[in-house]
């Protein structure tokens, strides 16, 4: 595809990165797509395949996140019931007509679909509970929206705290051996979990003083506020604070 003029008026130059970024944009914001209709840089018939091709980009996007987030399950259920094959679903269809690809918004709505839809397909207890990690673990990798800039600590956007009534750690690694557990230990368990901004995924279980200072990093408190409002010495609370900043689950204020 050439850039040419269009209604703007503006003439675009070959390998301009302004249009490119334009152009990738456009592919994966729909709200863009409804607003602009293409008329700056693409005429009907490319506006048209334009929007097919970013559906099929999006639709490949989640496919992926959706086997990859949800392969424990998947696992335990019959094939076509795994979480990957609601991608080509009818609901899936409306949920990419809004879609904003690699949004923390998106994300969320994509794995609540299939929390929805999966819930009920076994009885166990701890069944429930695995859905919930496993939709805490997709946001992650279903989510590149990077964090706004703030002034104080802040959480990173698709960093999830989730409190589990069993050890799920133990359910997974027993799945990971190939058994299905029958009777899971209760042992509640707080998991944290992040996205660095180069991708790489943490999940982390966190005790009772990490909890208190996640608690208390708002967005809008300095560390000597954070410690007084987690009840810790700031020099724990500095310790706690580095550790979670090396794993993207607190981010560093830009000055």
């Known amino acids: 595809m050439q850039p040419t003029q269009r209604g703007s008026g503006r003439r675009w130059a ?6 490119q970024d334009h152009v990738i944009r456009y ?3 729909s709200g863009l797509r409804s607003a602009s209709k293409g008329e700056v840089f693409l005429d009907w018939n490319e506006a048209k395949r334009a929007e097919r091709f970013s559906l099929f980009l999006a639709r490949r996007y989640y496919r992926d996140r959706l086997n ?5 399950s998947a696992a335990l259920l019959r094939s076509e019931n795994a979480a990957v094959n609601l991608a080509d679903s009818m609901t899936f269809d409306s949920i990419l007509q809004t879609c904003i690809l690699g949004s923390l918004a998106t994300a969320r ?3 609540a679909l299939v929390l929805s839809e999966l819930r009920g397909r076994r009885s166990e207890e701890w ?8 939709f805490a673990f997709f946001v992650q990798i279903a989510t590149s929206e990077p964090t706004p800039i703030c002034r104080f600590l802040q959480h990173g956007i698709s960093t999830t705290t989730r409190e589990f009534r069993f050890a799920i750690p133990e359910v997974l690694e027993n799945l990971r051996e190939g058994k299905t557990p029958t009777d899971a230990p209760r042992k509640p368990t707080t998991l944290l979990f992040s996205r660095t ?25 300095q560390v000597a506020e954070i410690a007084k409002s987690a009840g810790l010495p700031q020099e724990e609370t500095n310790r706690v604070l580095a550790d ?5 689950a607190v981010l560093s204020p830009v000055q």
Do not use: K, Q
């Open 14 to 19: 070959s390998g301009d990165r302004d249009i």
């Open 27 to 29: 592919l994966t914001d």
């Open 68 to 72: 990859r987030g949800f392969r424990h």
């Open 109 to 111: 709505t994509v794995g």
């Open 127 to 134: 069944w429930s509970e695995l859905l919930e990690y496993e």
């Open 197 to 221: 901004h180069h991708g790489r995924i943490y999940v982390v279980e966190l005790d009772p003083t990490a909890i208190a200072v996640m608690e208390a990093v708002n967005g809008s408190r």
């Open 244 to 248: 979670l900043i090396r794993i993207s």
